[in-house]
């Protein structure tokens, strides 16, 4: 029913963004990951959607691309695996990592991902393994680099002589690693900034 929706961002949450669309703000279910991609508030956005529509409820979710919103397909194809499912998943791991470890058949690896376990993990390694196909340029990398919450992170870092592929690398497995920390995320964007800083400054040297 909608493809896509452009608006302004009026609230970001854990899993939650508010859209406000010509004065109707949408209250739109995200991963995490990809709220990480969308500028600040104030911002204007183009995400893709996905109604979810019963005769019991009525869900809007969104994503930061057309491949993120395929990897949460794939996902919705695995069974056991529903809507709310795929958002925890692909909250607590980038679509890159997810692919890489699919690929590496790491089962162990696969279980640790919150919302998945064992059983899951059995399923979504034979249901998914060699079918994920995401492309370079949609990768976590390059769009986090983008992201304007962390551009001047990116620059501040690249400036002081690090070369910024491996600084735009670099934040994107520390984003990685901190984002299924509860206390990182409920910690300032200042506050996020300064220990990705000194995190970085120490790995980078």
């Not at 990809?34 to 809007?60: A, C, F, I, R, S």
């Not at 800083?197 to 120490?202: C, N």
């Amino acid at each position: 029913m909608f493809n896509s929706i452009t608006g302004i961002i009026s609230g970001k949450f854990p899993k939650q963004l508010f859209l406000d669309n010509n004065g109707i703000e949408f209250d739109i279910c995200m991963p995490d990951s990809n709220l990480e991609m969308l500028p600040p508030v104030g911002n204007e956005v183009k995400v893709y959607t996905w109604l979810q529509h019963t005769d019991m409820l009525m869900n809007l979710f969104g994503f930061a691309s057309v491949e993120e919103r395929d990897l949460f397909f794939d996902l919705l194809k695995v069974d056991g695996i529903g809507p709310k499912g795929a958002i925890k998943i692909m909250s607590s791991v980038s679509s890159g990592r997810l692919m890489e470890v699919l690929e590496k058949g790491d089962l162990e690896m696969l279980e640790k991902i919150p919302g998945v376990g064992k059983k899951t993990a059995g399923k979504m390694m034979l249901a998914l393994k060699g079918k994920l196909k995401i492309s370079e340029n949609n990768s976590s990398v390059i769009r986090i680099a983008e992201a304007s919450p962390y551009k001047d992170l990116i620059n501040s870092l690249a400036s002081m002589g690090y070369e910024k592929r491996n600084v735009e690398q670099k934040v994107a497995q520390l984003l990685e690693e901190f984002n299924s920390q509860p206390d990182f995320a409920n910690k300032s964007q200042k506050e996020r900034e300064d220990i990705l800083f000194r995190r970085a400054l120490v790995e980078l040297a």
